[in-house]
């Protein structure tokens, strides 16, 4: 099933020649572009292709939407005419747009349009801010937040539960306004009375399957639901949304596009892997390809149920719609939670919870019934595992599939996380040819707590193994599972290359890929995930010209200077869609 060893192998094959005709060369070969003039020059910069037949030149051309030619900036002059717009790099660093490996689209767009919990050092902030927007809500109106960590907070409030305080101070701030705050991993949300007074939440109302209504010791709902017990709060929140005309929840959902496609440009991020959509939000997404108004291309999965999927999919699958604008050819599934909310579903149980071993969010059987439906339509299967036995789950779950379908070789399908493996589980990722999507960021985000959670065994075993992954055999890609985290790839990188946490410790060294090993993993290994290897993820000619321009070499300044690093250009097939303030 590792179609990716082959692919790999071809790369190194082409270096290998490449090197060998390159020494029996004692001059560039001339530039064969017909007298024609490029419609963008970069030139005098270091560029990093990913492309092992050139992994460096100085300059580049692009014609339409494409790149024409790589080399240095001699020979590239030959494509300057009177109308190329020329960028003089002036030595920066120019490498493939960043792709982003799993994130939430619509969701990065409404998180610039709710209150912005991510930054919050103490429960008492919060609810300081839900009390400035509860005095200029109008009676009734909903107040969401998302963005809150309890484990980023100075303190434990007192009175906590499971770390989290109970919904009381939040109830006196917004007495008559329903709020709903969900938690930075979005596997956990916290309602005050009101709110749970409107989604029938109370200390009778049972756990729904894979969820849990956390009760204080006199058996009362504290605020915190996990994982599917948001969903009672949730239906609640969205009946209230019920008086919106069609024009305003259509306004307002062109709204999150665009606020996502500001963001995403603006941290130099070229393409999206969008984890997770429904039908609805896909036509969107394709009605803005029509009108050219989807700047970023988006890779879009799935989300839904099987019936739905069986009666829809087969309609629904697009390869490069509107000029490479909208993909769909996969499907997200989630099987547990999240390790921060005590969601993510384990082996054993949680270190600082010895009565939890996790939730299981979703039936394992209708995930099977999803990889036939996937086998007989054309999809990759994409699913969320977080915790070992999650994980574990998943790759028996794509190990039967696969061998039911023993003709189908180029499968790619992938876990998306595949944060804390068994050791047995490991090497299972490069024999199947499974793809672990991971994300940089989350793991010096989460490094404080994953000794509490897992204990010292667990957590230097499987926590965050990127190395152990990569030498698999296995496709490593990176990502930032946007809004959970700032969509910036240069933090994740940054996070990648160094695993350094906030008080200067390193969090399992080995662990760190080294700086071409990040960079291909944002790029070309992102592109290959969502089988477009063959359009971007490199800086090659005929491929598409995404490009990000950066302030630093982030492939040779010193590791601690990489944060500081800001995207200048972003460029998204040969168009500049944005330019850093001040740029010429």
């Not at 709903?180 to 009101?194: D, Q, V």
């Not at 605020?223 to 239906?235: F, K, S, Y």
């Not at 070992?388 to 790619?412: G, H, I, M, S, W």
């Amino acid at each position: 099933m590792n179609t990716w060893k082959n692919f790999a192998a071809c790369l190194t094959l082409s270096l290998v020649l490449a090197a060998g005709l390159l020494a029996g060369c004692d001059e560039p070969t001339e530039p064969q572009n017909a007298g024609l003039a490029a419609d963008l020059v970069l030139t005098n910069g270091k560029i990093v292709t990913v492309d092992s037949l050139l992994p460096e030149a100085e300059a580049l051309a692009v014609m339409g939407d494409t790149i024409a030619a790589v080399g240095s900036s001699d020979e590239i002059a030959g494509y300057i005419g009177d109308a190329t717009q020329v960028i003089d790099l002036d030595g920066k660093l120019a490498i493939p747009g960043f792709i982003e490996g799993h994130g939430h689209y619509m969701g990065l767009g409404r998180a610039r349009m709710i209150l912005d919990l991510t930054k919050v050092k103490s429960w008492e902030e919060i609810v300081a801010m839900v009390a400035e927007a509860a005095e200029e809500a109008e009676p009734g109106e909903w107040i969401t937040g998302r963005g809150w960590h309890q484990e980023k907070w100075d303190s434990t409030p007192e009175g906590s539960v499971d770390g989290v305080p109970t919904h009381h101070s939040l109830s006196e701030a917004s007495p008559d306004n329903p709020v709903y705050l969900t938690h930075a991993s979005g596997h956990a949300a916290f309602a005050n009375e009101e709110a749970m007074r409107q989604g029938s939440v109370s200390a009778e109302t049972p756990n729904p399957d894979g969820g849990e209504i956390v009760h204080d010791a006199r058996g009362e709902p504290t605020g915190l639901l996990r994982e599917t017990a948001q969903r009672l709060v949730g239906a609640a929140l969205s009946k209230a949304r019920m008086s919106m005309t069609v024009e305003e929840l259509e306004e307002e959902q062109r709204t999150m596009a665009r606020l996502a496609a500001e963001e995403a440009l603006s941290k130099g991020v070229t393409s999206f892997q969008d984890a997770g959509s429904g039908f609805g939000t896909i036509d969107l997404f394709k009605q803005l390809a029509d009108e050219g108004n989807l700047p970023v291309r988006l890779y879009v999965m799935i989300r839904s149920g099987n019936n739905a999927l069986e009666a829809k999919m087969a309609d629904y699958r697009m390869v490069g719609y509107g000029n490479n604008a909208l993909t769909v050819r996969s499907i997200k599934w989630s099987i547990d939670g999240a390790l921060g909310s005590h969601g993510a579903w384990l082996l054993e149980p949680y270190e600082d919870m010895p009565t939890s071993a996790g939730l299981n969010t979703a039936d394992p059987i209708e995930i099977a019934k999803t990889t036939e439906l996937a086998l007989e339509h054309g999809y990759q299967v994409n699913v969320h595992a977080i915790g070992d036995r999650a994980n574990r789950e998943v790759l028996d779950l794509f190990e039967k599939a696969f061998q039911t379908a023993p003709d189908q070789q180029d499968l790619r399908w992938r876990i998306e996380h595949s944060q804390h493996l068994h050791p047995d589980d490991i090497p299972r990722f490069g024999s199947l040819g499974v793809i672990a999507s991971m994300q940089g960021i989350h793991c010096t985000s989460d490094a404080p707590w994953v000794y509490k959670r897992l204990g010292a065994k667990r957590a230097e075993e499987g926590a965050y193994v990127w190395q152990k992954l990569w030498n698999t055999g296995a496709v490593v890609t990176n990502g930032t599972d946007a809004p959970v985290e700032d969509i910036d790839p240069i933090a994740s990188y940054y996070a990648t290359v160094s695993r350094k946490l906030a008080d200067g410790s390193v969090f399992f060294p080995d662990q760190r890929l080294s700086r071409e090993q990040a960079l291909q993993s944002y790029t070309l290994n992102n592109a290959y995930a969502a089988f477009e290897e063959d359009l971007k993820g490199s800086l090659t000619p005929g491929k598409l010209a995404d490009i990000t321009i950066l302030s630093k070499d982030i492939m040779t300044i010193p590791e601690d200077e990489i944060p500081t690093t800001e995207v200048l250009y972003t460029i998204v097939g040969g168009e500049v869609l944005y330019e850093k303030e001040g740029m010429e």
